[in-house]
């Protein structure tokens, strides 16, 4: 157990639903971030937040909205995606942005999502 | 920007010893991070090296060599469990907690 927790585990929608991932952390930490984990790929960044405050979006098409209400909880709100958009979307948490180098980073188990 | 090389699937016995790489181009980075990721589960922190040598952490040792562009995650006495994804990542500077990420290394372990 991480202390993240992603729900739903799995999630299937057609190219004109939408819906939203949810993100929780129980560690007290500042900052969140989303990563999207495709098949034989490095994990990409997607967005940061710091202390509720989006401070990093990484050229991400905007049907992919986020959202960080307090500092345990964010989320992924998806509309009208792409099947080229199915991929594990991972939820991660940190203590701050630092620049800390050995700032580890914790991850939840991840949305695995399928647009049909 | 970053990019890290990493073997795609590396397979061994149970008692061996697994060294997965890490080559990468890069003009300068904080440090070299190792995470692990089973099937269906969260990547979990491994290691990180800050300086050129070896941390050793019970089985695992991770290595970094800056003037050679090179790190590597070495497993030892592996076990059944230590079936799983294995990825290097290094934090470029001013990078607010970014973390560049390689593409991950399968490992396989067999009886």
């Known amino acids: 157990e991480t202390g993240v927790t992603q729900t739903p585990r799995h999630l299937v929608m057609g190219m004109t639903n939408k819906k939203s991932l949810k993100c929780e952390q129980h560690?007290?930490?500042?900052?969140m971030y989303w990563y999207k984990q495709s098949a034989k790929k490095p994990l990409e960044l997607m967005f940061v937040y710091s202390l509720e405050e989006r401070v990093e979006n990484n050229s991400v098409p905007s049907r992919f909205s986020p959202e960080c209400p307090n500092s345990s909880h964010l989320f992924l709100h998806l509309h009208t995606l792409q099947p080229e958009d199915s991929a594990l979307y991972l939820c991660?948490?940190?203590?701050?942005?630092?620049?800390?180098?050995?700032?580890?980073?914790?991850f939840g188990s991840g949305t695995q999502l399928s647009v049909l | 920007g970053q990019s890290l090389e990493q073997p795609s699937e590396v397979t061994a016995v149970e008692g061996a010893i697994v060294q997965i790489n890490c080559t990468y181009q890069t003009s300068g980075f904080y440090g070299l991070s190792w995470y692990q990721q089973h099937d269906g589960g969260a990547p979990t922190f491994l290691s990180y090296?800050?300086?050129?040598g070896l941390e050793e952490t019970g089985r695992f040792s991770s290595f970094l060599s800056r003037s050679d562009s090179y790190g590597y995650l070495l497993l030892q006495e592996l076990q059944m469990k230590d079936s799983a994804s294995y990825f290097c990542?290094?934090?470029?500077?001013?990078?607010?907690?970014?973390?560049?990420f390689g593409a991950g290394t399968q490992v396989v372990v067999t009886p």
């Open positions: 990542a290094v934090r470029p500077p001013d990078s607010w907690g970014k973390l560049q």
């Open positions: 090296n800050a300086l050129d």
């Open positions: 560690l007290g930490h500042n900052a």
């Open positions: 991660a948490s940190s203590q701050d942005l630092s620049v800390s180098p050995n700032e580890k980073l914790f």
